[in-house]
């Protein structure tokens, strides 16, 4: 019998803190590289802290295939954003009207916190549209004043609510459909 002096649900707190800064750091370090002219260092810094967290991750083949449709979603979101003018990427855009590889690794970031320290998200659709309504605008209003984007006008902030509040419910769903939640990190079993 093995014996712990440690809760389950004090464990489960600490690997969520965990993950909760990695993507923290993470969406610091990606913006602010971005917003330095760095697009690819901040590229590169994003994957390596999702190689991180995927090293931790139990149930790495569930986390990958989260991860990957996010990456989609994300590319798609943020690409059809570009097209119709309403953000403008300060560096790292390789092709007119399409995401920068940062932008789409925020993303992924991002999807890595839904298994773990934003799973409540997968509860309930309207708090995840709420807080896709609310939480990536907000999110962009501080890309912005870091300088990394620009957000042309009230209609793209709309445009950025609407298209979060249908992005965080649908991957919250991914993510709480895929039967392994709370994520897991290795070593708090």
């Given at each position: 019998?093995?014996?712990?002096?440690v809760?389950?649900?004090?464990?489960?707190?600490r690997?969520?803190?965990?993950?909760?800064?990695l993507?923290?750091?993470?969406?610091?370090?990606?913006?602010?590289?971005?917003?330095?002219?760095?697009?690819?260092?901040?590229?590169?810094?994003?994957?390596?802290?999702?190689?991180?967290?995927?090293?931790?991750?139990?149930?790495?083949?569930?986390?990958?295939?989260?991860?990957?449709?996010?990456?989609?979603?994300?590319?798609?979101?943020?690409?059809?954003?570009?097209?119709?003018?309403?953000?403008?990427?300060?560096?790292?855009?390789?092709?007119?009207?399409?995401?920068?590889?940062?932008?789409?690794?925020?993303?992924?970031?991002?999807?890595?916190?839904?298994?773990?320290?934003?799973?409540?998200?997968?509860?309930?659709?309207?708090?995840?549209?709420?807080?896709?309504?609310?939480?990536?605008?907000?999110?962009?209003?501080?890309?912005?004043?870091?300088?990394?984007?620009?957000?042309?006008?009230?209609?793209?902030?709309?445009?950025?609510?609407l298209?979060?509040?249908?992005?965080?419910?649908?991957?919250?769903?991914?993510?709480?459909?895929?039967?392994?939640?709370?994520?897991?990190?290795r070593?708090?079993?």
């Amino acid at each position: 019998m093995r014996f712990s002096f440690v809760r389950a649900d004090s464990m489960q707190t600490r690997v969520d803190l965990v993950n909760y800064v990695l993507y923290q750091a993470g969406w610091l370090a990606l913006v602010l590289l971005a917003a330095a002219h760095r697009p690819l260092m901040a590229t590169v810094v994003g994957l390596g802290l999702v190689a991180v967290h995927l090293a931790l991750v139990v149930d790495r083949r569930v986390e990958v295939r989260l991860l990957v449709i996010a990456a989609v979603i994300g590319f798609v979101v943020e690409s059809l954003q570009v097209t119709l003018g309403g953000l403008r990427f300060q560096s790292g855009t390789l092709v007119d009207g399409v995401a920068p590889p940062w932008i789409v690794v925020l993303w992924v970031q991002f999807a890595a916190t839904l298994r773990f320290c934003l799973r409540w998200l997968g509860r309930d659709w309207r708090a995840a549209a709420g807080f896709g309504a609310l939480g990536g605008p907000f999110a962009y209003w501080l890309g912005e004043r870091l300088g990394a984007v620009r957000v042309d006008g009230g209609a793209a902030w709309a445009l950025l609510a609407l298209l979060w509040a249908l992005a965080i419910p649908t991957l919250a769903r991914l993510a709480s459909g895929s039967g392994s939640i709370p994520g897991r990190y290795r070593g708090t079993e």
